[in-house]
């Protein structure tokens, strides 16, 4: 039999060959991908081939009995594409239930029926009336009559065809990314032959009309638009079930990769994180700045979990990296999934507390209920001269002096049966063998765990001040007042042994003798002062400052004292305040050089607070004197001349007050104390 050339031939076989070789590449890679899409793309595609070639040998056919033999398998393709396209677009955009046992039969029974028919009666009485061959310029075509099932089979795959275009089309609209283009390019891989086959019907394109079918002929067309998913956009490798709820809406950035180390999808975090991960690019190229994670897809022994840095030019962002096989029943590995986390906040946070304990000038351990050091802070070589990795893993009780091993051991103990701190002071060794002195806090890590944070602060230093001011102290209140109380005896028992002209200088031994006392008595109201840990009270100032005034006549009995005070303010301050207000009422009468000193005290309300006045006109306090408020030190040039406001000024201070020196016209100073209400004290 010779056939005849046509110049649809080669096109139709070019298109069958294409899509048997896309079969053929489909099942030689069926562990990719899921079930459904995968063999509902292998129906396509063999459906498809079917259909060229059948075409393909239905024009090439010299007569009328060839020419129909060959059309049954036309039909046979035709109908195995009215199912195999519309599962493959559900299985696509993961409408699996519309493939199940209920829906897959309802979706097979008119193409069933056809297949059926056609080759058991042939297409000729069933589809066909009078067909006959007729030429068309050079080649000759089968011509025929349409039946009504005809017309009724082809309108209900039309109808089925603009379904799948509508959720192929939705798909493309709803997704994003890759899965968006997928969507387009099998949107038009399905629209093209469709409406090229309604082309040639219409009579648009082809010699005439009706008389040849142009939609196989499009599937070489849509055979290279099917390439172009398959291996740009690895369309068996990777499909987008449930992406839409698990995927892409990720606020970790994903990436997915085949078997052979290529990149096949990603979302849109990954995409901002690494932009030249495209799909299809190898992982070596994908991630050129970070190549840990090549080498993880790459590598047989990868770890499953570690961290790499991105350095963008500024701020460098840290990413933990998650590695997942995608494994299948039929592949030990089918791919990888990446998952990239970004944990920068936590890892800066984690490095500026590792920074502030590495920096600390205490020493800063973790220990476990068997008392060995499990973490040790880098401070301890500067402050004692251990190196960290010497002390981990021995018992922290080992560099605790002997006499105070007891004490250090029993608040250890404390610490772990207990939710509040236990502190101690004790000695550590150094690693001359010599001892320092630290202030140390045990307390429970984690409420429940079985390790306490020891912290450990040097106080050496500040301890042996401590102790030259308590010898100090003592030796001011104690000796230095038994010492002026013995001078002044021996002054008084002079007094019958001297004449006239010698008691001026024993009067100036008695007010010597005077003022070295009032020193030793304010040396310990300002030891109390400063070592009290009494709390605030309340105190009633009306009734404190008209007190101290009346003994303060009693006292000066040549000075005017006035009191201005309200029936009640009370107020919430130091225990040590009547000792505060007294240095400054007597103050103002003893440093007064005037005959007859005048004294006014008066109390009153201050917005918020109260206020005490104590007003003189004596000489005023010299400019030395008021640098105790604006910088509370003394120097060796700036040398006050008594610690009466140095008390003042502690005490009110520690009452969450504030004092103010100012000068009183003509003469004299005014020195004003606010004090805060105690609770309920109207205003």
Known sequence: MAWQPTPYTVPLLVAAAASFAFTVYAVGNRSRGGRALLWSFVGVAGTAGVWALGYAAQLSAPALGPTLFFNRFVWLGFAGLAVAW??????????????????????????AAVGVAVLT??????????????????????????????????????????????VLG????????????????????????????????????????????????????????????????????????????????????????????????????????????DLGVAVGEAFDDV???????????????????????????????????????RTARGGTVLLFRDVTERETLQRRYRALIEKSPNVIAV?????????????????????????????????????????????????????????????????????????????????????????????????????????????????????????????????????????????VIDRKVRTLTHLSDQAREIDVALHSDAARTEIDLAELVARLCESLESSYPHATVSVTVPESAVVAADELLESAVRNVLENAIVHNDGDDPHVEATVASDGDRLRVDVADDGPGIPPVERTVFSEARETALEHASGLG????????????????????????????MWLPRADGEPE
């Open 291 to 329: 190549p840990a994670v090549a080498d993880a897809v790459t590598g047989e022994d990868a770890a499953e979990e570690f961290r790499v840095t991105l350095d963008g030019g500024g701020a460098p962002q840290f990413l933990t990296v998650d590695i997942h096989d995608i494994t299948g029943p």
């Open 86 to 111: 519309p599962a493959f677009a559900f299985a696509y955009v993961d409408r699996a239930a519309w493939l199940g046992r209920r829906q897959l039969p309802l979706l097979l029974a008119v193409p």
């Open 121 to 166: 009666v042939g297409a000729e009485p069933l589809f066909y009336v009078d067909p006959v061959l007729v030429d068309a310029g050079g080649y000759r075509v089968l011509s025929y009559t349409p039946t009504p099932a005809l017309l009724g089979f082809v309108g209900y795959t039309y109808a089925v065809n603009l379904f799948t275009f509508v």
């Open 367 to 507: 220990c476990g209920e068997d008392g060995l050091v499990r973490y040790v802070s880098p401070s301890i070589e500067r402050l004692i001269g251990h190196r960290p990795n010497d002390i981990e893993g021995r018992p922290v009780i080992d560099l605790v002096h002997p006499e105070d091993r007891r004490e250090a051991q029993h608040a250890f103990e404390r610490a772990f049966g207990s939710a509040e701190p236990q502190s101690l002071t004790h000695r550590i060794a150094r690693d001359d063998g010599s001892y320092r002195r630290f202030e140390t806090v045990i307390e429970r890590l984690f409420e429940d765990a079985r390790e306490v944070v020891i912290t450990a602060t040097d106080v050496t230093e500040p301890w042996r001040y401590e102790q030259r001011l308590q010898v100090l102290n003592r030796v001011l209140r104690h000796d230095l007042k038994n010492d002026t109380n013995v001078i002044g005896g021996y002054a008084d028992l002079l007094r019958d042994h001297v004449d006239e002209e010698g008691d001026p200088y024993l009067d």
């Open 645 to 672: 406001l140095w008390l003042v000024h502690w005490i009110i201070t520690e009452s969450g007050g504030d004092i103010e020196i100012a000068t009183r016209e003509p003469t004299g100073t005014v020195v004003r």
């Open 170 to 277: 939705s798909a493309a609209v709803s997704r994003d990314g890759v899965f968006r283009r997928q969507a387009v390019v099998l949107f038009a891989a399905g629209v093209a032959p469709m409406a090229l086959g309604a082309a040639g019907i219409l009579g648009v394109v082809g010699p005439e009309r009706g008389v040849v079918d142009f939609t196989p002929i499009a599937f070489g067309a849509t055979s290279a638009l099917l390439a172009w998913l398959v291996f740009r956009y690895r369309l068996l490798d990777v499909s987008p079930i449930a992406r839409d709820a698990v995927f892409a809406n990720l606020s970790d950035a994903v990436v997915v990769c085949d078997a052979d180390g290529r990149v096949v999808d990603r979302n849109d975090p990954a995409e901002a994180l690494f932009p030249d991960a």
